[in-house]
């Protein structure tokens, strides 16, 4: 069974930096993609940055310049280091890693930007 825990959310205030973690465990393969989505409140869930096994990224414009995703592959770890951050990034942020043909979540982490 392959579980994806996340950490390193929290509440900042404008300009503010965060940096969330995701640590995939069990029976692990290539895991060719993970990426970081976001819900707020009463809005669809959306991808903001990926990576794939081979260190490619790709980031929604809405965070380009600000939010960085990284993976240590030997760990089996992502992170999003993410600076400037702003009220509108507001939102509970998933860790979904892609395994072959599955694909699994994280339980979610609470990010919060306010004055």
């Known amino acids: 069974q392959v579980r994806l825990v996340e950490s390193g959310g929290g509440s900042v205030q404008p300009g503010g930096s965060l940096r969330l973690s995701c640590a995939v465990s069990?029976?692990?393969?290539?895991?060719?993609?993970m990426g970081w989505y976001r819900q707020a409140p009463e809005k669809q869930r959306e991808l903001v940055a990926h990576?794939?096994?081979?260190?490619?990224?790709d980031y929604r414009d809405s965070v380009k310049g600000r939010f960085t995703i990284s993976r240590d592959n030997a760990k089996n770890t992502a992170y999003l280091q993410m600076n400037s951050l702003k009220p509108e990034d507001t939102a509970v942020y998933y860790c979904?890693?892609?395994?072959?043909?599955?694909?699994?979540w994280g339980q979610g982490t609470q990010v919060t930007v306010s004055s």
């Open positions: 979904n890693a892609r395994i072959g043909a599955e694909e699994y």
């Open positions: 069990g029976r692990i393969g290539n895991i060719w993609f």
């Open positions: 990576i794939t096994s081979t260190g490619s990224t």
